[in-house]
């Protein structure tokens, strides 16, 4: 499989479908509110009831205090909470992603591997909306303004990777075997609770903190606490990286190589 030629080949046609990704993307981010009184206020209102929520159990109902070098639980969880709800919306969103768009799938002429990319950019609009959330929360509490800060657009661009590869195979998975949208749920809930949003990572004993580690997502959200809080250098935890990287390429080959495999079959299911 000659995966290198395939990549320029897919940069390519990102580039030259750059226009109708972007309008793909437009419109699959308003269809979302489309008849909501609200309307995209959706998009604040839903982050922002779950932190409140995670907050009023933690803080006032179990009496959790600084989570670590006085830091405000408050500001650890808005961070967990901002990865993790771009991670999940960009897995659930892109599981259905060739059924959504079928008339575009039957057709010969599209390039139907930058579909995810559309699921994923349209998760990414909402995202940035609650980073200025969190911004407004991390003033709030005391969090010093950083040029550290900065530094979330790597693991942004890490999550992006990782969930184009992730979107490839679910999403191909997903129109011959129709169990793969509850499966994907059921291990998102497991995943939110082995990931360290809600609870601190140094809690479990060291023995044991390695196991955690083998989840993508606690490098991603990791790496974000340590851009908006701790200002530590991504390249320090090399290892962690090395890690992420390599999983994040096996996935994208599997991505491509399944997609590759399943695409010619699409049409006769959809």
């Known amino acids: 499989m000659k995966l290198i030629p395939t ?23 308003a269809n979302r509110y489309l008849g909501s009184f609200l309307g995209f206020i959706w998009t604040l209102i839903q982050p922002v009831v779950m932190v409140l929520i995670f907050y009023f159990v933690f803080v006032i109902g179990f009496k959790t205090g600084d989570i670590r070098d006085g830091v405000p639980f408050i500001a650890y969880l808005t961070i967990g909470m901002l990865v993790w709800n771009l991670y999940s919306e960009g897995v659930t969103n892109t599981t259905n992603v060739f059924q959504e768009y079928s008339y575009l799938v039957k057709k010969i002429n599209f390039r139907i591997a930058v579909l995810p990319i559309v699921k994923i950019l349209s998760a990414l609009m909402t995202h940035f909306i609650f980073i200025g959330i969190t911004v407004v929360v991390l003033v709030i509490v005391g969090v010093p303004f950083s040029w550290w800060w900065l530094q979330i657009f790597y693991y942004l661009f ?12 679910i999403a191909s998975l997903q129109v011959f075997v129709k169990d793969i949208a509850q499966i994907v ?12 949003i809600v609870w601190n990572f140094d809690l479990l004993p060291e023995k044991w903190q390695f196991i955690l580690k083998f989840n993508p997502a606690f490098y991603l959200v990791e790496g974000y606490r340590k851009s908006f809080i701790y200002h530590e250098a991504f390249w320090v935890y090399w290892q962690s990286g090395a890690y992420f990287w390599g999983i994040t390429f096996i996935i994208l080959v599997l991505g491509v190589l399944l997609f590759r495999k399943l695409r010619p079959h699409f049409a006769d299911v959809l």
């Open 185 to 196: 749920s059921v291990l998102l809930q497991f995943g939110f609770w082995l990931t360290p």
């Open 7 to 29: 990549g320029i080949s897919f940069l390519h046609d990102l580039y030259e479908n750059k226009f109708v990704i972007f309008q793909l993307t437009k419109r699959d981010y």
């Open 158 to 169: 890490a999550m992006m990777l990782f969930l184009l590869g992730t979107g490839w195979i």
